[in-house]
């Protein structure tokens, strides 16, 4: 056998070496190429391994940033929900949880529409639709206003931002819900503000102001009537100073009440100012009901009212206008009624007064009088009379009064009556009444330089004259200008110029009394002042009024009136002057209680300047 080997030729023996070392290169080959594998692999694995760590990190900042959003959306006061394209709503935050009064498992899969109401007229679809259709165009949001409706409580009112977002080709929609409960009753204050009366909770001048015009609008369109009421409290000024401004706006709130409890809702009450109101009635269709409601008010405010514990008896004059009889716009119509107030006050208070075209015309003849009256004082067109007042022991003449008299230079000659209430009212009553402090003072200078023996001059002051800052200068250059003594001249003045504000009317008297000058109170008896002001006041003359000496002759009671003003002077030591005697038997009596003077026809009526001091002469 081993020659067998042996004998294996040389040719069989280099085959067998050549296909063994083909075979070590093959191996070779192999085990190289496992090498680059194992190579790759390993660089694959490290490959791997750090990807893995890249989406690790990368999950973990999904997840925080998803935590971080959820924490900010939490956190958000507004609730923040996502809803689909038909109002599935498909996430919320915890603000919509509690706005909506439901859990978070509650809401999500529920419909949106569930929850808001009063879409401003649309549904909550239809604005989602709408999308579709363009209402988001060329707008990444759209605001509304609805009203939130969350379980079991009250709806609020609320503000929905809706935007639109596309996400994988489906459309969401994220929704904002602001609860704007307090931005609403902002406004509402605001509001009420603006329109409305805060002492009366009544509408206020605008408000009453854009209603009229809507009242006559409306009227006019439809044909039918609106009236307009003025309304005007009585003696306003004299309660609040009585009692003081707490009763005084208690007062006006009870007015009020009773305004609003005498017309329908749908007429307006408003207050126009201090102690004025005024009524809109829309869609008068019978007249009679005006008067019903002009007559109800009337009566109810006239009945006495307990006011803070105070028993306050009041009134209330009304003026009424109607749309379209009286007038075809609301100015014109408000003026109108204004005129009818005026009247009614005028004739009285306490009453109502329909508006009547006499009235405006005698408006008009006011204002020419008016005119005529501001060139009467430039032309020097008033004059003074003077009526002798004579001492009853002794009958000689102790003193004059200065009564203004006005030569119109086509009216002829006018009365105070018939100018002064004008003047009062439009404020020319300063002027006049320097005007008369000048003459009365050069008459008295006129006496003294022809010879007449000294008389005092008495001139009348209205109330506003009397209360004018003015006033004292016009005094001072009187007695300046004349140069006379201030003991010759004497202002009468009304009770009721000494009821307004006590300190500043004791100031002035004490300053008139401090220049020499003494003081009448004028048609004594008559005024509401109380008696306790001649405790107080500077005062050196009471001027019996003329309605008591009228029957002091017939009347038990007038006769007592005039006595007990005369013991009331003597023992405050003022002296008293009667005025308007008539009569020898009105001189007898008046002589009989001992008044210290008397004035009157049955001695003298008032006369120009020249003629009284003839009746001196004649004396
Ligand atoms: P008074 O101050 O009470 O003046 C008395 C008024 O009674 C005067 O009316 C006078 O003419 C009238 N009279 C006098 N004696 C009698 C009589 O025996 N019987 C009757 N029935 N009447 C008599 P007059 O001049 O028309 O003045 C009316 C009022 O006008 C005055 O009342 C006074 O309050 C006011 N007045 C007069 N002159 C002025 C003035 O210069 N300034 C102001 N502010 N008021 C004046
Ligand atoms: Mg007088
Ligand atoms: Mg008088």
């Known amino acids: 056998m081993q020659d067998n080997i042996a004998v294996r030729s040389e040719s069989e023996q280099l085959v067998h070496t050549e296909s063994l070392q083909r075979r070590v290169v093959e191996l070779q080959d192999f085990a190289d190429r496992i090498e680059a594998d194992a190579a790759k692999a390993i660089a694959l694995a490290e490959e791997l391994a750090v990807s893995k ?48 009064g439901a859990s978070e498992s509650e809401l999500l899969g529920s419909n949106f529409e569930n929850f808001v109401t009063d879409f401003e007229g649309q549904s909550v679809k239809s604005v989602l639709l709408g999308s579709e259709s363009g209402e988001f165009e060329n707008t990444d949001s759209v605001t509304l206003f609805c009203n939130a409706r969350p379980v079991g409580r009250a709806p609020f009112p609320a503000e929905l931002i809706l935007a639109k977002l596309t996400i994988a080709g489906q459309t969401k929609f994220t929704c904002v819900l602001r609860d704007i409960t307090e931005r609403k009753n902002a406004e509402f204050a605001i509001q009420k503000l603006a329109l409305y009366d805060q002492l009366t909770g009544l509408a206020n001048r605008h408000e009453f102001q854009q209603n009229l015009d809507t009242a006559i609008n409306m009227a006019s369109r439809h044909d039918v009537t609106a009236v307009l009421m003025l309304l005007d409290l009585d003696k306003f000024k004299e309660i609040n100073d009585t009692f003081g401004h707490p009763v005084g706006d208690e007062l006006l709130v009870s007015v009020a009440r009773i305004l609003e409890a005498s017309v ?5 009450v408003a207050r126009i100012g201090g102690d004025e109101f005024a009524i809109i009635l829309n869609n008068i269709v019978d007249p009679l009901r005006v008067r019903q409601v002009a007559e109800r008010i009337v009566d109810s405010v006239s009945q006495p009212m307990v006011v803070d514990g105070s028993l306050i008896s009041t009134g209330i004059s009304i003026g009424i206008s109607i749309f379209p009889r009286d007038a075809k716009d609301a100015k014109e119509l408000i003026r109108l009624c204004d005129k009818a107030l005026y009247e009614a006050k005028r004739r009285g208070r306490g009453n109502y007064q329909y508006y009547d075209e006499v009235m405006d015309s005698s408006a008009r003849a006011e204002q020419v009088l008016e005119n005529d009256l501001r060139l009467a004082l430039v032309r020097d067109e008033l004059e003074l009379y003077f009526q002798p007042q004579l001492a009853t022991l002794g009958g000689h003449t102790v003193g004059a009064e200065a009564l203004v008299r006005w030569h119109h230079p086509t009216r002829g000659l006018l009365l105070p009556g018939d100018f002064v209430p004008l003047a009062e009212k439009n404020g020319l009553i300063s002027e006049i009444g320097k005007q008369v402090l000048q003459k009365g003072c050069q008459a008295v200078r006129a006496w003294r330089d022809t010879g007449i023996e000294a008389l005092t001059v008495a001139v009348n002051v209205s109330p506003c004259q009397f209360l004018n800052d003015r006033f004292m200068d016009s005094i001072s250059s009187a007695l300046e200008d004349s140069g006379i003594n201030p003991r010759w001249l004497e202002i009468e003045i009304t009770e009721n110029a000494l009821i307004e504000d006590p300190e500043q009317v004791r100031d002035k008297l004490e300053k008139i009394r401090s220049l020499g000058v003494s003081v009448a109170i004028d048609d004594f008896g008559t005024g509401y002042a109380s008696l306790a002001y001649l405790r107080n006041f500077p005062v050196q003359k009471l001027k019996i009024d003329r309605t008591f000496v009228k029957r002091i002759t017939t009347s038990i009671a007038d006769r007592a009136i005039a006595e007990a003003i005369v013991n009331l002077g003597r023992s405050l030591n003022i002296d008293t002057v009667a005025e308007g005697v008539e009569t020898l038997q009105q001189a007898d009596v008046i002589r009989q209680i001992h008044c210290s003077a008397m004035q009157g026809y049955y001695f003298s009526h008032p006369l120009p300047q020249e003629k009284f001091e003839q009746w001196l002469r004649k004396q």
């Open 53 to 100: 760590k890249i989406t690790d990190e990368a999950l973990r900042q999904v997840k925080s940033s998803e935590w971080r959003t959820k924490a900010v959306l939490d956190a958000v006061v507004d609730g923040i929900l996502s809803i689909s394209a038909d109002a599935t709503i498909e996430s919320v935050n915890a603000s919509s949880i509690r706005m909506l």
């Open 264 to 268: 329908r809702k749908s007429d307006t």
